[in-house]
């Protein structure tokens, strides 16, 4: 059997980015999930975090 959870992964980063856009808020992928987190957030031995986009309001520009 296949394994397309990045993919499917992609296409959800995807759809995050663009409504945080449309929001005016700001988004980042980080990839950096550490293996203990899956047990903080109650995920079972057949799920995983493949990456992590936090979402929020970007950090105002410097006046020019």
Known sequence: RRDYSHADAAVIGENIYLAAAALKLGTVLTADAKPEAGGLLGLNENQ?????????????????
């Not at 995983?48 to 020019?64: N, Q, S, T």
């Open 48 to 64: 995983r975090i493949v990456f992590i986009l936090p979402v929020g309001h970007p950090k105002a520009e410097a006046a020019k």
